[in-house]
């Protein structure tokens, strides 16, 4: 599944951030499918973070458009890290 994913990612958009999300999160689709119950909150990210930093690796973006990503420059993973926590403070939790 996993293999999958990546494949089908870097033939359409040959980018370590496509394809290190689309396997990160086909793999948690995957495991959300067999839990009984919702993860907590944190799994979310902390989850994606385990997944998809490993294959993006330092691959270098820079922010476009969005407010949020204005002067960011480095790999998704790391966006997601240091911003979608701080948004868990101005929304209501699931936890």
Same mark, same amino acid.
């Given at each position: 599944?996993?293999?999958?994913?990546? &494949?089908?990612?870097? #033939?359409?958009?040959?980018?370590? #951030? #496509?394809?290190?999300?689309?396997? #990160?999160?086909?793999?948690? &689709?995957? @495991?959300?499918?067999?839990? /009984?119950?919702?993860?907590?909150? /944190?799994?979310?990210?902390?989850?994606?973070? @385990? &997944?998809?930093?490993?294959?993006?690796?330092?691959?270098?973006?820079?922010?476009?458009?969005?407010?949020?990503?204005?002067?960011?420059?480095?790999?998704?993973?790391?966006?997601? @890290?240091?911003?979608?926590?701080?948004?868990? &403070?101005?929304?209501?939790?699931?936890?």
């Amino acid at each position: 599944m996993a293999a999958d994913a990546a &494949l089908f990612a870097a #033939a359409t958009y040959n980018d370590f #951030a #496509a394809i290190s999300s689309a396997v #990160a999160f086909t793999l948690m &689709l995957a @495991e959300l499918l067999t839990m /009984s119950v919702a993860p907590p909150q /944190s799994w979310w990210v902390n989850h994606y973070l @385990e &997944l998809s930093a490993p294959l993006e690796g330092r691959a270098i973006y820079t922010g476009r458009g969005a407010p949020a990503a204005a002067g960011y420059s480095g790999p998704v993973w790391r966006f997601v @890290e240091n911003n979608v926590p701080l948004s868990f &403070l101005y929304s209501p939790g699931t936890d």
